[in-house]
């Protein structure tokens, strides 16, 4: 290998699930700014739509949220073997 050649590496995607906009602002850019492809849904129901449209690396997503929480959000994940393998954290504030 040509040490002269930049090193080409794919970024992981993460998806923030987040319903207080200051907060997922944050977390997206500081995960931006560590290199990674951040995207953001304000609740688990628009991150649901998220994921069956580009499905993310990795999920980390807030618990208590409006129209759809974090529980149910990853119970819909969890039980779909098209999402099953997606790693899901959660975020407590």
Not at 15 to 32: I, T
Not at 61 to 87: F, H, Q, R
Request: aromatic residues 4%.
């Amino acid at each position: 290998m040509n040490s002269t050649q930049p090193i080409t590496t794919t970024a992981a995607t993460i998806l923030v699930v987040e319903d207080s906009p200051p907060q997922a602002f944050v977390l997206r850019k500081l995960l931006q700014h560590h290199g990674y492809k951040a995207t953001v849904a304000g609740d688990g129901a628009e991150a649901l739509e998220l994921v069956r449209k580009q499905p993310p690396d990795l999920i980390l997503s807030d618990v208590n949220m409006p129209v759809m929480n974090g529980y149910e959000m990853c119970l819909v994940l969890k039980s779909d073997p098209a999402t099953a393998s997606i790693p899901v954290t959660g975020l407590f504030n």
